[in-house]
T-cell receptor
Framework: DTGVSQDPRHKITKRGQNVTFRCDPI?????LYWYRQTLGQGPEFLTY????????KSRLLSDRFSAERPKGSFSTLEIQRTEQGDSAMYLC???????????FGPGTRLTVL | GEDVEQSLFLSVREGDSSVINCTYT??????LYWYKQEPGAGLQLLTY?????DMKQDQRLTVLLNKKDKHLSLRIADTQTGDSAIYFC???????????FGAGTQVVVTP
């Protein structure tokens, strides 16, 4: 296992469409995080899973956003009715239980036209 | 405003040392991190320091932590062109490891 992977790497969509991103964490990492990064800014926390349980959600995660980690392995992040303000890089990170060190994937760059 | 603050830009000549500074506000943070991001890529973990340490050295990287002033710095010795990137400082802000990032410092290495 070489690291956290994310798919797709790039997504262009029209306003109002739904999009779904996938994250595969490092094998046996219990913790999984989603962050959003806009141009010129650092990543901002969106949500966190420990195994399959979603334990925390940021207020940035509006009701149009939903994240799942059904079997405690990969995770999906869905955005419904996309808006131009959703254009950003969506980053996934994972860490093993017992440490706080997070390893990031390459990100999915979303462009909403 | 930002809980973690960094200067936005640093220009350094190849072979010189770079020093990137960061201030944070959450005194309960247990770990502080430095990440590197190259254009179009995700974040690469460079190094981290536990809050009860003052210094950590890892090859060309030296991290200094002044907990009293909530000041963190990253020194890169013998800076190379491959070190050109954006560097992010981050602190963990809760027991689940949620990270709070600064806006990043863009480092440009000139020949």
């Amino acid at each position: 296992d070489t690291g956290v992977s994310q798919d797709p790497r790039h997504k262009i969509t029209k306003r109002g469409q739904n999009v779904t991103f996938r994250c595969d964490p490092i094998s046996e990492h219990n913790r999984l995080y989603w962050y959003r990064q806009t141009l010129g800014q650092g990543p901002e926390f969106l949500t966190y899973f420990q195994n399959e349980a979603q334990l925390e959600k940021s207020r940035l995660l509006s009701d149009r956003f939903s994240a799942e980690r059904p079997k405690g392995s990969f995770s999906t992040l869905e955005i419904q009715r996309t808006e131009q303000g959703d254009s950003a890089m969506y980053l996934c990170a994972s860490s093993p239980l017992g440490t706080d060190t997070q390893y990031f994937g390459p990100g999915t760059r979303l462009t909403v036209l | 405003g930002e809980d973690v603050e960094q200067s936005l830009f640093l220009s350094v000549r190849e072979g010189d040392s770079s020093v990137i500074n960061c201030t944070y506000t959450d005194s309960s943070s247990t770990y502080l991190y430095w990440y590197k991001q190259e254009p179009g890529a995700g974040l690469q973990l460079l190094t981290y320091i536990f809050s009860n340490m003052d210094m950590k050295q890892d090859q060309r990287l030296t991290v200094l932590l002044n907990k009293k002033d909530k000041h963190l710095s990253l020194r890169i010795a013998d800076t190379q062109t491959g070190d050109s990137a954006i560097y992010f400082c981050a602190e963990n802000t809760d027991s689940w490891g949620k990270l709070q990032f600064g806006a990043g410092t863009q480092v440009v290495v000139t020949p």
